[in-house]
């Protein structure tokens, strides 16, 4: 039986190495064109995340409520409309729709600076622009993830244009804030965000230099109906073998991130006294482990079973969070024990997201690329933002420590359902009919 095997093993490998490899992705230029602009407007994000709230607080005086408020507002937007929005995608020509996503953004952000020049921004504005950039952040994110496989034809070549996003994303993650920090202390916050608004016209830019022609949806016999449509999305991205179980833990998956980090502010500056430069040590940390895995992700694909790295990665990011909790002794020591939970954590997630992505792109036709992203992009902010309210009643009821600890039993549990999932089975990429 063994022996078996390894010869099946063995002609894998060997078909593997004769079948024709696509042409690397650094010779697709439409692809390029795309990834230069998403890169540039990734870290101008980076200072809008961080210059919006800073606005509320030193031009207005903000209190938490209204922080909070403010960071609401840009998130809900992802609950309330990215299945609308998912619909218009499949229905248009999404090149177009990031487009006007993007300009939207541009024009919005652009304002804040104009009006704070000739004192006309006020707390409400703020809020209100806020919640408009939100709206117009769910639109183009929807786009995106359906367009790139409009740009990158093979869908062997999911993985290398995923992996190309994940490490841009993770570097603005890891690079944007002290960037942002920098721009916010040389112009001033309201200022600095004319710095993001240049790079959403570069983006523009880089769309319309594309020229790749995205396919047409099939043509239907009967009149589109929003609701029809809508369940169309969802009972595909429920009813596929591969689709369903991805969906089922992806809000866990961020309900964990999102509440385990809440809890730990909370935990590091109260319950172990960490300083606010020591928890940005212990954040920053973290994005370096999401690079890493982003980067690294390509290779380990090419190596083992893509079943096998989905398991172990997303295992990482499920079982990190018991560090926190179970660490003892000095303040060095919980330190560093605090930085390994959140590395972890982060790696599993650079190299989940990768997997996970080109898995959808790859079991998904074109016409419902649109839908189930947006099904995915509302489970997803759905349990971030239980995440973070969930996090905080369990602190307040049973205590940081313990709520933490938890959380941290309840994400290790979900490590069961990943292993039983077929998606830990998989073999190699699937392709869609």
């Not at 593997?16 to 990834?35: G, I, V, Y």
């Not at 947006?374 to 759905?382: E, K, M, S, V």
């Amino acid at each position: 039986m063994t022996s078996t095997v390894g010869q099946e093993r063995e002609q894998e490998l060997a078909a593997a190495a004769t079948a024709p490899q696509p042409a690397s992705l650094w010779r697709n230029h439409d692809f390029l064109k795309f990834w230069s602009g998403e890169t540039l407007s990734l870290f101008g994000t980076q200072i809008t995340t961080l210059a919006i709230p800073l606005t509320a607080v030193l031009v207005f005086n903000a209190s938490p409520f209204q922080v909070g408020l403010l960071r609401f507002l840009q998130l809900v937007p992802y609950l309330a409309l990215a299945m609308l929005f998912g619909v218009w995608v499949d229905r248009a020509r999404r090149k177009r729709v990031m487009m006007l996503a993007n300009g939207a953004r541009m024009v919005l952000i652009a304002a804040i600076p104009l009006l704070s020049a000739t004192h006309h921004l006020t707390l409400g504005l703020l809020l209100a622009i806020a919640c408009a950039v939100g709206v117009f952040s769910v639109l183009f994110d929807v786009s995106w993830m359906a367009f790139v496989p409009a740009l990158v034809k093979e869908p062997k070549q999911y993985v290398e244009a995923n992996q190309k996003l994940g490490v841009t994303s993770s570097s603005a993650d890891v690079a944007g804030p002290g960037v942002a920090g920098a721009v916010i202390s040389a112009l001033s916050a309201p200022t600095a965000l004319a710095a993001d608004a240049i790079s959403y016209l570069f983006s523009l830019a880089t769309l319309l230099w594309i020229r790749t022609p995205e396919p047409k949806a099939p043509p239907t016999t009967t009149k589109r109906r929003l609701r029809t449509e809508l369940v169309e999305g969802l009972r595909f991205v429920f009813g596929d073998r591969i689709l369903r179980p991805l969906a089922l833990i992806a809000p866990f998956c961020n309900f964990v991130m999102v509440g385990v980090w809440t809890m730990f502010l909370l935990y590091a500056s109260r319950g172990v006294g960490l300083s606010s430069a020591q928890i940005g040590v212990v954040f920053a940390s973290s994005s370096v482990g999401g690079l890493v895995g982003a980067t690294v992700s390509r290779r380990l694909l090419q190596r083992f079973r893509l079943g096998r790295v989905y398991a172990v990665s997303m295992s990482a990011i499920f079982l990190a969070p018991l560090l926190i909790p179970l660490a003892t002794g000095s303040r060095p020591v919980l330190l560093a024990t605090f930085i390994a939970s959140f590395f972890l954590a982060y790696l599993g997630l650079g190299v989940a997201n990768v997997v996970v992505i080109s898995l959808r792109q790859a079991s998904t036709p074109q016409h419902l690329m649109g839908r189930m992203n947006a099904a995915f992009r509302t489970a997803l902010f759905g349990g971030g933002s239980l995440g973070g309210l969930v996090g905080g009643l369990i602190s307040g009821a049973a205590g940081l420590r313990s709520g933490l600890l938890v959380v941290a039993v309840g994400s290790a549990v979900m490590v069961l359902p990943v292993l039983l999932s077929p998606v830990s089975r998989l073999r190699a990429m699937p392709t869609s009919e």
